[in-house]
T-cell receptor, first 114, second 114 residues
């Protein structure tokens, strides 16, 4: 079936550290891939996306590259800030069973301290 | 900008009680969705709507009903709550229907059924 697996959290980093959150997927066909972020007390919001193989999505210093050969979409940031503390969700989108499905991973909590 | 607003934010129900969760969006979006999120799992789609007056089942629809009488509102009902429905519920909306479409989320409703 179609699914998204992301690394378990929490991930705890010091400010200015390098961040990687792993995400791999299983899908029939060619999905689009997304990272959503949920800041404390808020709803999920789109962070970045990639719609085809080798595309790189980027936003707010975060990047992720759509790797078809490894079915991965790992999220990276070179230097995290305290304000990046949030829960990060990897997701894929495809048409299945007659409707457009947005399938999420379980989420990874990131805590950044000074 | 309000975006997507969910009410209530928290609720405790006794087994067998009923309640309605309200989702309102002010972006004139056609498509609206209800998800649930459980520990260690991604968001799972309960029901969705592709326009005013329409509803359809998602991945986990049992025990829930929905209505979309007005374009801006999408209601999720629990007729007879069960402990298995303890979860965090997210409403979302999107402008159109497609694999690359961004979804906008509410803040979530934390429901506990005792």
């Amino acid at each position: 079936g179609n699914s998204v697996t992301q690394m378990e959290g929490p991930v705890t980093l010091s400010e200015e550290a390098f961040l990687t959150i792993n995400c791999t997927y299983t899908a029939t066909g060619y999905p689009s891939l997304f990272w959503y972020v949920q800041y404390p007390g808020e709803g999920l919001q789109l962070l970045l996306k990639a719609t085809k193989a080798d595309d790189k999505g980027s936003n707010k210093g975060f990047e992720a590259t759509y790797r078809k050969e490894t079915t991965s979409f790992h999220l990276e940031k070179g230097s995290v800030q305290v304000s990046d503390s949030a829960v990060y969700f990897c997701a894929l989108s495809l048409v299945s069973g007659g409707y457009n499905k947005l399938i999420f991973g379980a989420g990874t909590r990131l805590a950044v301290h000074p | 900008n309000a975006g997507v607003t969910q009410t209530p934010k928290f609720r405790v129900l006794k087994t067998g009680q009923s309640m309605t969760l309200l989702c309102a969006q002010d972006m004139n979006h056609e498509y609206m969705y209800w998800y649930r999120q459980d520990p260690g799992m991604g968001l799972r789609l309960i029901h969705y709507s592709v326009g005013e007056g329409t509803t359809a089942k998602g991945e986990v629809p049992d025990g829930y009903n929905v209505s979309r009488l007005k374009k801006q509102n999408f209601l999720l009902g629990l007729e007879s709550a069960a402990p298995s429905q303890t979860s965090v519920y997210f409403c979302a909306s999107s402008r159109d229907w497609g694999m690359n479409t961004e979804a906008f989320f509410g803040q979530g409703t934390r429901l506990t059924v005792v």
